[in-house]
């Protein structure tokens, strides 16, 4: 059994899980959502697996609604679940962080695997692997000052930034927290882990899904 919200907007729905960050998937329904989710266990497998966490989820069980937006329906989670405003106790915090390292040393990887040049869509749109690549990373610089980490823009293939950046992000996240946002206008731990999770992974994919 796991545990999963939906989101619902106009014209999609997210279904994530509560259990594993980043394991979210959309459908024009709910029940296309959840077949999205589940047919994406194969594939998350893989992140789990890379920390050497046994991923056999089980029939999802729908726990929480929540009402999504216009950013729902554009093809991201935006609204943040009651859930994960939990609390975060150090077991879960130190398993999180190392589902968001996961996500990213997978993501290096499968980029340093990818072609510079990726399949186009059928109206000739996709961004190219190092364009993919670089909003990637300047989304994480943005989503880290949701918990209150801050950096400023480096230049593409800057690795010391890049690495310092994520180390302070795993850090912040590496911390049992009381399920309050962790800045100003910010996001909960459980939430920011989810959100930072589901970006990579989602553009993992998608390099694989458009290799030449």
Avoid: N
């Amino acid at each position: 059994m796991s545990h999963v919200y939906l989101e619902v907007g106009a014209k999609k729905v997210f279904a994530s899980s509560l259990d594993w960050p980043g394991w979210s998937r959309a459908g024009r329904s709910e029940e296309a959502a959840l077949a999205a989710l589940m047919d994406y266990v194969p594939r998350y497998r893989l992140i789990a697996g890379h920390v050497g966490l046994g991923f056999e989820p089980g029939d999802p069980v729908v726990v929480e609604r929540v009402k999504g937006d216009s950013t729902t329906d554009f093809g991201a989670p935006a609204a943040v679940p009651l859930a994960h405003a939990e609390p975060v106790d150090a077991a879960q915090a130190l398993r999180t962080c190392a589902l968001v390292r996961a996500a990213w040393e997978v993501f290096d990887k499968v980029a340093a695997a990818t072609p510079e040049e990726l399949r186009k869509g059928p109206r000739g749109g996709g961004r190219d692997r190092d364009k993919i690549v670089s909003h990637v990373i300047e989304a994480e610089r943005s989503y880290a000052r949701k918990i209150g980490v801050r950096h400023k823009p480096f230049p593409h293939g800057d690795r010391a930034a890049l690495a310092a950046m994520r180390d302070d992000i795993a850090e912040a996240l590496a911390k049992p927290s009381g399920g309050e946002p962790m800045a100003p206008r910010g996001w909960p731990a459980r939430y920011a882990a989810h959100r930072i999770t589901w970006h990579v992974v989602d553009h993992l994919w998608e390099m694989e899904d458009r290799r030449t």
